[in-house]
């Protein structure tokens, strides 16, 4: 049995601030009615699956957090000294 379909994916990165990128998939799958549910569920999880390894790969949610969060508060140039339970808050990890 030949199984015929077709797919198109587009990889869009784009520049965010702190060294960070937006990463967006756009898929269009065309399975001509010739191919299993079955088939094309697995192949669109394997999809999704390739998103999720490179969130994994590159993720720097703590980090960025942390340069956030000193940014703001270096903005901040009236604000109250911060207490000790603060100060613990934004060295946590």
Do not use: W
């Not at 079955?38 to 960025?64: H, P, T, W």
């Amino acid at each position: 049995m030949i199984i015929r379909s077709e797919s198109i994916i587009v990889y869009y990165f784009s520049r965010l601030p702190n060294n960070q990128c937006r990463y967006t998939m756009i898929v269009r799958a065309d399975a001509r009615g010739n191919v299993p549910s079955k088939v094309m569920s697995n192949g669109l999880v394997s999809m999704v699956d390739k998103c999720r390894q490179a969130y994994d790969l590159f993720e720097r949610d703590n980090e960025i957090d942390r340069l956030e969060r000193q940014a703001f508060i270096s903005a901040i140039t009236t604000a109250p000294e911060l207490t000790n339970f603060e100060r613990n808050l934004i060295h946590k990890r």
